[in-house]
């Protein structure tokens, strides 16, 4: 590659013809567009076919556009005022059809000649069965003239500045084909390896570019777009895969060499059941990450209620195997007690030490905690974000476990990293699926483990969407399942911007519930925010023991509790949830071997999107489905946690429409990778230039 050629590419908009520096300074403005290569990458949103010219007396209704060739035979201004327009009669040798203008009268009127010869373009319609073209495109031409274009025509999007400055749609077409005429194939190297192109029959880069612009066909226009989206793909792959490469290169991990004793007596007789076949394939994911000597930095997915638990315990039992501790932390105190409880009773017949420690343990025991975790007595800590403040300090922390839920940061994450010379593993779970597309483009640079696979003998849960006028059947339908001994949540929502209005709403839900549940039949918890943690704790703990049939409650209970004897979830103004959190709050029921029902309530009029995610709900239980729906619905920017990656940032590709290319892409990236994972070979120069260039072309003019 020479340097000129990349140097061309480098030039500012302002030196291409027919810019200057007012058309450049608007170019950056409204579009970004600050160099040649820029413009190269401004890529038109549609072709229009102006290869053909049509006789008239063939033009037909279902064609959207069309192109005409002929003779202006009369022009006239008719009509007053709004009705005021210019109508042209036109012909050619077959026939005869009107063009109409509204605006631009005058103009229009000097410019088109009777007896002269033009060139039509434009949006096709039929009056009373005749065709005719409003504000159609109109251009002179000498009649001998060869008129048909031997490329599809591109129309990019511009703005009203852009047009008052002469810059629309056709203009910049003229921008970017002068462009081209600048650039010869060097100026667009290819960077991938001949034999990428041969397998995958990818276009060149320098053809796909002229190709996505100005396309000979159709099949050429989807032949360059594939090859530039897969181009995009490739190069977000290669990138996050040399930086995982390096993470493991160059982080230094504890290492867990061997399993013993605690592992294996509790894998052999303290296992209330048989793994899943996901979670074996998981533990053993973890296992062999530990060994390698080097940090791991997990991503676990796993629907609600697949499991993760014990697959963590798992992982936290081989740290202690291995002379290290272990701490699991999540995000809220209920959870935390619930994983405490069930730690402590799975592990109630051997001697390991566990702690629970959280912002409402009392100052004598925690110190008592503290002194035992630096001494190195204490084992296992389960606890809330108390865990990562200063003054706890581990003797040998060898593993974290982030129970996340979406509910911690990075940032926090990193902060417990720091606590050792050699960091800890780290393990993440989220219950939040992620569609798979999204994790590889996200968290490309986490290795990645996945639950797929429910534990055996779960029901389904029956999910409806009933309207206000339905609840009183609602309540009945409730009533009847409390009789037959099983117990229910009614959730609320509480969104913290309007937690007043919510918290009033949900006092009164709070009172109606009462009033058609009266004590001392019925006995109801109630659960929210605003209360002090001990009674929350109390309310919570009075309904997992079965004191209570009925739980109000906000979306406090979303995390992770367990009640196994909950059969039914009423979701109250269900319409103000998001897919994943709904989902979130059907996975609290359906735990026990009764049949579970999810009802979600809403008003009888709601938008479009909520009533789509109402219809999800019920028509799907699969926490991946929901999570890949929830991406077509919001896209990637709105998927909690993702908003700040630039890896999403694709101009022309989707995570979701083009996911099978984005496999692709990750294959090859991984087995050009493994062959060669510093890109020495003579073959992968190319791409290495690119990459390089790519990071350290400081772009000037950009700066200002
Ligand atoms: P989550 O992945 O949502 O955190 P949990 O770890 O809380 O799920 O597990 C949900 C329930 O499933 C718990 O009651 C747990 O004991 C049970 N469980 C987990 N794994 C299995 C299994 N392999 N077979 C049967 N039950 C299981
Ligand atoms: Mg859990």
Not at 661 to 680: F, I, N
Not at 683 to 697: I, S, V
């Amino acid at each position: 590659m020479s340097l000129t050629s990349v140097q061309k590419l480098q030039q500012p908009i302002e030196f291409l013809k027919g810019v200057g520096p007012l058309r450049a300074d608007l170019l950056k403005k409204e579009l970004g567009i600050f160099t040649y290569e820029d413009l190269l990458n401004y890529f038109p949103f549609r072709h229009i076919d102006r290869t053909r010219v049509s006789p008239i007396s063939e033009l037909k209704q279902e064609e959207d556009f069309a192109q005409v060739a002929g003779v202006v035979l009369q022009a006239e201004v008719i009509g007053q005022r709004a009705s005021k327009r210019l109508v042209v009669q036109f012909k050619d040798k077959t026939g005869i059809m009107e063009l109409t203008w509204f605006k631009g009268i005058n103009w229009i009127q000097k410019s088109v000649q009777p007896g002269q010869s033009y060139l039509v373009f434009g949006r096709l319609s039929f009056f009373n069965g005749r065709p005719q073209f409003v504000h159609p495109e109109i251009e002179r031409v000498e009649a001998s003239q060869s008129l048909e274009k031997n490329y599809l025509e591109p129309v990019y999007s511009t703005t009203e500045k852009l047009k008052a400055r002469g810059l629309g749609g056709r203009q910049l077409a003229k921008l970017s084909f002068s462009l081209f005429s600048q650039l010869t194939p060097h100026s667009i190297p290819e960077i991938f390896p001949e034999n990428l192109l041969q397998t995958l029959q990818l276009m060149g880069r320098f053809d796909a570019y002229q190709q996505i612009h100005f396309p000979q066909t159709a099949t050429q226009a989807t032949m360059a777009i594939k090859r530039l989206k897969f181009e995009e793909l490739f190069i977000a792959q290669v990138r996050m895969q040399l930086v995982r490469a390096k993470r493991h290169h160059q982080s230094a991990g504890v290492i867990f060499e061997k399993v013993g004793d605690y592992f294996n007596q509790f894998y052999s007789s303290c296992l209330p059941f048989e793994l899943t076949g996901a979670q074996k394939r998981v533990v053993k994911e973890i296992r062999t990450d530990t060994a390698k000597g080097r940090q791991m930095n997990r991503l676990l997915q796993g629907d609600v209620g697949s499991g993760k638990t014990i697959v963590a315990l798992l992982a936290m039992l081989l740290a202690v195997d291995n002379g290290f501790q272990a701490c699991l932390m999540a995000p809220t105190e209920i959870l935390v007690q619930q994983h405490y409880a069930s730690i402590r009773s799975l592990l109630a017949t051997m001697d390991i030490t566990v702690a629970v420690l959280t912002g409402s343990t009392k100052t004598a025991e925690r110190k008592k905690i503290l002194a035992a975790l630096e001494e190195g007595s204490l084992s296992l800590l389960v606890g809330t974000h108390a865990l990562i403040e200063e003054t706890v300090q581990f003797k040998k922390l060898g593993l974290v476990v982030i129970d996340e839920q979406h509910r911690f940061g990075v940032a926090q994450r990193a902060r417990l990293w720091e606590k050792a010379t050699v960091p800890p593993h780290i393990l993440v779970m989220t219950a939040t699926p992620i569609p798979r597309t999204l994790a590889m483009t996200a968290y490309g640079e986490l290795d990645y483990s996945v639950i797929d696979e429910l534990p055996p003998g779960r029901k389904p849960i029956q999910t409806v969407h009933r309207y206000e006028k339905d609840r009183s059947r609602v309540m009945e339908f409730i009533r009847s399942e409390v009789a037959k001994g099983r117990q229910v949540y009614i959730i609320y929502p509480l969104i913290e911007e309007s937690a007043k209005l919510d918290y009033e709403n949900l006092m009164k839900g709070y009172e109606e519930v009462k009033a058609f549940f009266p004590e001392p039949n019925y006995w109801i918890s109630m659960v929210h925010g605003r209360q002090p943690a001990v009674q929350k704790e109390t309310n919570m703990q009075r309904f997992v023991s079965g004191d209570t049939q009925i739980m109000v409650a906000t979306t406090v209970i979303e995390v992770g509790v367990n009640v196994p004897n909950a059969s039914v979830m009423l979701i109250e103004s269900a319409e103000k949830f998001g897919l994943s959190q709904l989902h979130q709050l059907r996975g609290r029921v359906g735990r026990g071997a009764e049949k579970s029902y999810c009802v979600l309530l809403t008003p009888p009029t709601i938008g479009k999107e909520a009533r789509e995610r109402m219809k999800i709900m019920t028509q799907t239980s699969s926490g991946f489905e929901i999570a890949e729906k929830d991406l077509l619905l919001r896209g990637p920017g709105e998927i909690e946690g993702t908003r700040q990656s630039g890896a999403l940032n694709f101009r022309l590709a989707d995570i979701m429409q083009d996911r099978s290319l984005l496999e692709t892409a990750s294959q090859q990236v991984t087995q050009l990778l493994d062959k060669d994972p510093t890109l020495v070979s003579p073959e992968n120069q190319p791409l290495r230039l690119y990459l390089q260039q790519q990071k350290t072309n400081v772009n000037w003019s950009k700066i200002s």
